[in-house]
């Protein structure tokens, strides 16, 4: 149940229209449903705006289908599940219906026709090894309600790459930059653009790269100002912010 369903049921008890033990009835799941292996958050859509998003890696198929049989029966569309096999979302799909995406390792389930993008994200890439992370913060973005651009592998050993992007990028609301090795690309976009960016190192590189610390290091001490930096190969927290800053009014 999202806000506004929820003040439409406590504006029915005050009109009387609805009972107060019906209004109960309806808000019995609330504030989350225990399945005993998890807590369902339904209020989470009404604390923060956005729904429980699943994350996949390290739970049983059952386990997955359950929370997102609970989400549906509590109303829930577009239901993200982040971090998935195609083997799992295989088995999952025997069970509850969801589109896969294998590059980002996602699957939504309920997809919702009406669901508009709005806004304008950029999602840049420092190279196509960077791409599952990028569509994993690219999808987040997209399924939650914003329009994004993809920008892939525009990286900083082609400089005239990024260049020739420079009215997306100075014209958009959000940028997330995704890169590896050294993590140059987030810093070289900060000094271009207006609009916050979000830093995603990813794991790719060679040894001295240590599995992303390199390209941490590398975008925590940007001397770009409007940086702002998630986890190594954290796709989907920089999605989830990009369109959070995406979404709110007041800004261009």
Do not use: W
């Amino acid at each position: 149940m999202n806000k506004t369903e929820t003040l439409a049921l406590l504006r029915s008890v005050q009109s009387g229209s609805i009972t107060p033990e019906d209004a109960m009835l309806k808000l019995k799941l609330q504030p989350f449903e225990d399945l005993g292996y998890a807590k369902v958050d339904h209020h989470r859509i009404i604390r923060q705006g956005t729904q429980e998003v699943i994350f996949g890696q390290n739970k049983t198929t059952e386990q997955i289908a359950g929370i997102t049989r609970a989400l549906q029966e509590g109303g829930a569309t577009d239901i993200l599940i982040t971090r998935i096999s195609s083997e799992t979302a295989a088995s999952l799909s025997e069970l509850v219906p969801i589109e896969y995406y294998p590059v980002p390792r996602m699957g939504i389930a309920a997809r919702s026709s009406k669901k508009i993008q709005t806004g304008s994200v950029v999602v840049a890439s420092g190279g196509t090894s960077d791409m599952p992370v990028c569509e994993e913060a690219a999808l987040t973005a997209e399924t939650l309600g914003s329009k994004v651009t993809r920008l892939y592998d525009v990286g900083v050993s082609g400089m005239h790459r990024l260049l020739a992007q420079l009215d997306v990028l100075m014209s958009c609301r959000v940028v997330v930059a995704v890169a590896g090795m050294e993590g140059a690309l987030a810093s070289v976009i900060g000094g271009l653009v207006d609009c916050p960016v979000i830093a995603v190192p990813t794991s790719v590189g060679y040894g001295a790269n240590f599995g992303g610390v390199a390209a941490l290091l590398s975008m925590l001490n940007s001397c770009a100002s409007g940086v702002s930096v998630v986890n190594i190969d954290n796709g989907f927290g920089a999605g989830y912010l990009a369109n959070r800053i995406n979404q709110m009014e007041g800004i261009k």
